[in-house]
């Protein structure tokens, strides 16, 4: 199985740790795609869009050539997401994207027309915008691109995620957003940043 970790120009301290968690936890094979930032014995190139402005459509890109590239079920993750244990990925809930409070109002824009376009077609409105790793299946991921490229408001993985099923498990988002913040008893960890800011995560990550 391939996990496909999605990488900017800019190289992020935390993707070494990334791929040593996969190394360490897993029999997964990594790739990465986008910019071959030459950490990953496996690489798919793309074409990026410059500028940060642009690092969602970049990602919705990288997504689509994986799709296309692999034709297979794979594993999608991040630069900075860590296995603190040996898991398989399950489909990750934080709650439903209409009871969402995020403090960005662009976010909270995605997420309530994300629900508008799920309860239009009749499915679950699960905010599967969490910091863990999520299987993906070429076969529905296109078709939910195709809609996002139409509307850049929808978030790909809620769209996604609850045209799969129910959620596994329904629990707070992974993603440590400060550094006095200890991760807790969970299978993965997410950064903002370099993980060697939190100290407890770069000792279960060495």
Same mark, same amino acid.
């Given at each position: 199985?391939? @996990? ?5 120009? *800019? ?32 690489? &798919? ?10 690092? *969602? !459509? ?5 997504? *689509? /050539? ?23 990925? &399950? ?18 824009? !995605?997420?309530?027309?994300?629900? !508008? ?14 910091? /863990?790793?999520?299987? @993906?299946?070429? /076969? /529905?991921?296109?078709? @939910? ?36 913040? *200890?991760?807790? =008893? @969970? ?9 060697? !800011?939190?100290?407890?995560?770069? =000792?279960?990550?060495?």
């Amino acid at each position: 199985m391939y @996990v496909v970790i999605p990488t900017a120009e *800019r190289p992020s301290p935390s993707l070494p740790y990334a791929l040593a968690s996969i190394a360490q936890h897993t029999d997964y094979t990594p790739i990465t795609i986008g910019h071959d930032l030459g950490l990953c014995d496996l690489h &798919i190139p793309t074409t990026q869009i410059p500028g940060v402005q642009h690092a *969602r !459509r970049n990602t919705n890109l990288a997504m *689509r /050539v994986a799709c296309e590239s692999l034709g297979q079920p794979f594993v999608w993750s991040n630069d900075d997401i860590y296995w603190l244990k040996p898991a398989a990925p &399950i489909m990750w809930a934080i709650g439903k994207l209409e009871d969402a409070t995020d403090a960005n109002k662009l976010n909270r824009e !995605r997420k309530a027309e994300t629900a !508008r376009q799920l309860t239009a077609e009749g499915w679950p409105t699960f905010d599967y915008e969490a910091h /863990v790793p999520m299987m @993906v299946d070429p /076969v /529905v991921m296109l078709p @939910v691109l195709d809609i996002v490229d139409e509307n850049p408001l929808i978030e790909k993985r809620s769209l996604y995620g609850n045209q799969i099923g129910l959620p596994d498990r329904v629990a707070p988002d992974v993603k440590l957003r400060n550094p006095v913040n *200890r991760h807790r =008893d @969970v299978e993965w960890a997410s950064t903002q940043g370099d993980p060697s !800011r939190w100290r407890d995560l770069a =000792d279960a990550l060495t």
